[in-house]
């Protein structure tokens, strides 16, 4: 089991003091938000800066993979807008777009990135999704890059029935994998979370982990939610998945160095 830390829990500290942190908490990864703080795609000099996270990484032991979660990186005024959906997608089709590039020179285990919620009044939300969804899968075929879309609660996509029927509507491309949050799973599939690990396992190229409640979208430390682990580290390892299981705590920036502590001792626990 190989254990990584969202550097959106990392968000008051420079990206390379947070991947030195989280290489000397004994992380094996990474999992990198593209954001205003973190290697900024649009800023200038994005081949310099990748090229000196890549000589961190490389310097420090870690893996990593690409998310692409950043909060009003593309509108300062609208959270994660525009999205794919939206009459103008350019922006975000440009974020995703420079992701892969990232993926590519950092040689990324997978790239993330999700449906995001539809504007009202927008009669063909599916449609554009897959429209958009088709450009950013051909875009990183020609990059040799792997993607992982998250089901996320709220969105047009947040459930696991819903990423197969995009997978599906795609053509089932090889390289459109699944992004799998943990806690979702307790948040609002339906199965028990070992058992969503299980059906999701044949195309899991990402996994993401935290602790969560029944019916409450809140990443929460482990053992503040309502999650039995040591199930889910073994169905992991049933699945046979060996990629990053990184943890998703974007809210608790405040304490990053001791959340990160304590969520990596009580992960090798539930592991062992």
Avoid at 34 to 50: E, K, S, Y
Avoid at 180 to 208: F, M, S, T
Wanted: include cysteine.
């Amino acid at each position: 089991m190989r254990f990584g830390y969202g550097t959106n829990g990392f968000a008051n500290h420079r990206l390379p003091e947070a991947l030195r942190v989280i290489a000397d908490l004994g992380y094996d990864g990474v999992a990198l938000t593209l954001d205003t703080c973190h290697l900024d795609p649009f800023a200038p000099g994005l081949a310099r800066r990748t090229a000196e996270v890549a000589a961190d990484l490389d310097r420090l032991g870690l893996a990593v993979v690409i998310e692409t979660g950043a909060r009003y990186l593309l509108d300062p005024w609208h959270k994660h807008a525009p999205t794919l959906m939206h009459d103008d997608p350019a922006a975000r089709l440009e974020y995703l777009r420079r992701a892969v590039r990232v993926g590519a020179d950092l040689g990324a285990e997978a790239v993330s990135f999700w449906a995001g919620v539809a504007p009202p009044g927008v009669p063909d939300d599916w449609d554009r999704l897959v429209r958009g969804c088709d450009q950013v899968v051909r875009y990183a075929a020609d990059h040799s890059v792997t993607l992982g879309f998250e089901p996320e609660p709220g969105m047009l996509v947040e459930d696991l029935a819903g990423w197969r029927r995009l997978h599906a509507a795609l053509g089932e491309p090889d390289n459109f994998g699944i992004t799998l949050d943990i806690g979702h799973c307790r948040c609002l599939e339906p199965k028990p979370v070992p058992d969503c690990v299980a059906d999701a396992g044949p195309h899991l190229v990402n996994v993401q982990i935290d602790d969560m409640r029944r019916g409450v979208h809140e990443h929460l430390e482990f053992g503040d939610g309502e999650i039995d682990f040591p199930p889910v580290t073994a169905a992991l390892e049933a699945a046979g998945y060996r990629g990053l299981v990184a943890v998703e705590l974007p809210r608790h920036s405040h304490a990053a160095p001791a959340v990160a502590r304590r969520s990596i001792d009580f992960l090798r626990k539930a592991a062992a």
